[in-house]
């Protein structure tokens, strides 16, 4: 079943879990088992890409050379990349030659065996036992960092009973701001921003050390949008990290990069640019929602080796969730 918010955390300790609206931790199976239902209908647009393909080749039974190439047309329509692609068919051909695969039904349970296996790809959990934990947001211009950021926000304080407080280090525009102040109203925590055009750095620094004075868990610092080949706003990223570890040495200790799952193959590019920029520790997969390219998550996993940590498929407070490989995989294939 799903993996839930305590999952995708490692705390030090046992917090007090005051879900909000209502809801006790009892409903929380039925949240989690709505939550993959939903994924599987925002997937289906995916799927019908990919498992149109592969169920005319199961229905035939026999798997030959021809099932070969049309599994790989199949994942490189789903945007799984050319990479992951060959590295899945060609493990899947040698072990049916080898016997171990017969039949399409048991090459359809290997297949998702194997892409929940690249998917679950290094640490995919987020360590939050540092006082505070700080995590960074980058990623290209509207890939969701703002509203992701809000949303964890609402998930730490109210989920995990943790303390946290927002960094608007996105100085690049006024409404950024006002958009985070708008989240930090609803998870109810606080806001440290500067003047329109201010340096990000001082921002940062500045969110840390109140941070650090308020007694704060965790400090989420987000940052303006950029693409990834503008070099000098790159070069910007890893300064305003160089201001923060000014704060605590080793922080901050997750850079998350958001990434538009609708983008395709282009997310993989901007995972691998952003991620020699600076060090990327998480993928965020947002508008998973309506994308028949769903399947960027594997070659973002498979060929970078960067777990993706968190989804999202809505807009909604409840549309961000810890990301799950294996229910993943299988919503993807059935
Ligand atoms: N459908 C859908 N929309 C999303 C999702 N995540 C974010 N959005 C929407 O995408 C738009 C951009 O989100 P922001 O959070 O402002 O993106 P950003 O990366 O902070 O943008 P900049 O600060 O301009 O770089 C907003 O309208 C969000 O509501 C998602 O998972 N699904
Ligand atoms: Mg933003």
Redesign the pocket.
């Known amino acids: 079943m799903a993996r839930d918010w305590s999952d995708l955390f490692i705390t030090d300790g046992a917090r007090p879990a005051t879900i909000g609206d209502g809801a006790s931790l009892a409903d929380e199976p039925e949240r989690r088992r709505g939550f993959f239902k939903r994924l599987r209908t925002n997937l289906s647009k995916t799927r019908e890409a990919l498992g149109a393909e592969i169920q005319a080749t199961l229905l035939e039974g026999d798997v030959d050379e021809d099932t070969w190439e049309r599994l790989e047309e199949a994942l490189i329509m789903a945007d799984v990349g050319a990479a992951t692609t060959a590295r899945v068919v060609g493990e899947l051909e040698s072990e049916a030659a080898g016997g171990a695969i017969s039949g399409g039904e048991a090459l359809s349970r290997r297949l998702a065996g194997m892409l929940a296996e690249i998917a679950r790809t290094g640490e995919d959990r987020i360590d939050l036992r540092h006082a505070p934990t700080v995590i960074m947001a980058v ?10 950021i809000g949303k964890l926000a609402w998930h730490l304080q109210h989920e995990l009973g943790l303390k946290v407080v927002l960094g608007a280090a ?1 100085t690049f ?1 006024a409404a ?1 701001v006002q ?1 985070l102040e708008g989240w930090a109203r609803r998870a109810g925590c606080e806001i440290v921003s500067g003047p329109e055009g201010s340096d990000p750095g001082s921002v940062a620094f500045e969110a840390v050390r109140q941070g650090r004075e308020l007694g704060a868990d965790v400090v989420i610092v ?1 940052t ?2 950029r693409l990834h080949t503008q070099d000098d706003l790159m070069a910007e990223l890893a300064k305003v990290r160089r201001v923060i570890a000014k704060q605590i040495d080793d922080a901050p200790h997750e850079t998350l990069l ?1 990434v538009d799952a609708t983008t395709g193959q282009n997310g993989l590019r901007q995972a691998k640019l952003f991620s020699e920029a600076v060090p990327v520790d998480g993928i965020v997969l ?5 994308t028949a390219k769903g399947g960027i998550a594997l070659a973002i996993a498979g060929e970078l080796g960067i777990a993706v940590k968190l ?5 909604a407070l409840e ?2 969730r810890p990301f799950d490989a294996d229910d993943y995989a299988q919503a993807l294939l059935t």
């Open positions: 990623g290209v211009n509207g890939t969701g960092k703002t509203t992701t996105d525009r950024a958009q987000d303006a949008g958001t947002t508008k998973l929602d309506g989804i999202g498929i809505g807009e549309d961000l």
